[in-house]
T-cell receptor
Framework: DAKTTQPTSMDCAEGRAANLPCNHS???????VYWYRQIHSQGPQYIIH???NNETNEMASLIITEDRKSSTLILPHATLRDTAVYYC???????????FGPGTRLSVLP | GAVVSQHPSWVICKSGTSVKIECRSL??????MFWYRQFPKQSLMLMAT?????????EQGVEKDKFLINHASLTLSTLTVTSAHPEDSSFYIC???????????FGSGTRLTVV
């Protein structure tokens, strides 16, 4: 079973920041938080991951709360091409099963 | 960055025939590969995990004799759907990881339609 909970769907206006929350209240100390997204009929695409500290890359920022029980993925300037299902996943080690929950369906509106 | 190539991207086959799907890691050695199945408007469901040179580990409810997985090298895993039926029609996705990678790289998926 997935160890995370996410809202089923969200809308965001084009050009605005999209903030996608994820709850992972049972996360253990060695587990990372990963974010992937899946555009329709494609394989999942890696976005970002983190352990404790906030992370930023060219795609997004990841904000992890101090108690690590929740996190937020931020797309700073959403475009129509960011419309996708976003998955938040917690995982400890390479080689472990990568279990997907239902994710959040983000719709970026013009 | 790490790239995983999946082939074919789509296939149509007749009931009773077998279909092979290939998953290749192009620029890294994949010690572990995963196979997923995704039905319309649903999330990815893990079917099996395979490590190079050993038998695949199947998830509960997945028939190992129907979904044959071979991971003969560090860059190639294959999934063969044997005696396909219309209910096997789905989107099949592979992913790969290595000990030195920081995550899991996914293939582009294969849409299988059994008629």
């Amino acid at each position: 079973d997935a160890k995370t909970t996410q809202p089923t769907s969200m809308d965001c206006a084009e050009g605005r920041a999209a903030n996608l929350p994820c709850n992972h209240s049972t996360i253990s100390g060695n587990e990372y938080v990963y974010w992937y997204r899946q555009i329709h009929s494609q394989g999942p695409q890696y976005i970002i991951h983190g352990l404790k500290n906030n992370e930023t890359n060219e795609m997004a920022s990841l904000i992890i709360t101090e108690d690590r029980k929740s996190s937020t993925l931020i797309l700073p300037h959403a475009t129509l091409r960011d419309t996708a299902v976003y998955y938040c996943i917690v995982l400890e080690n390479y080689g472990q099963n990568f279990v997907f929950g239902p994710g959040t369906r983000l719709s970026v509106l013009p | 960055g790490a790239v995983v190539s999946q082939h074919p991207s789509w296939v149509i086959c007749k009931s009773g025939t077998s279909v092979k799907i290939e998953c290749r890691s192009l620029d890294f050695q994949a010690t572990t590969m995963f196979w997923y199945r995704q039905f319309p408007k649903q999330s990815l469901m893990l079917m099996a995990t395979s490590n190079e040179g050993s038998k695949a580990t199947y998830e509960q409810g997945v028939e190992k004799d129907k979904f044959l997985i071979n991971h003969a090298s560090l860059t190639l895993s294959t999934l063969t759907v044997t005696s396909a039926h219309p209910e096997d029609s789905s989107f099949y996705i592979c992913s790969a990881t290595s000990d030195s990678s920081y995550g899991y790289t996914f293939g582009s998926g294969t849409r299988l339609t059994v008629v």
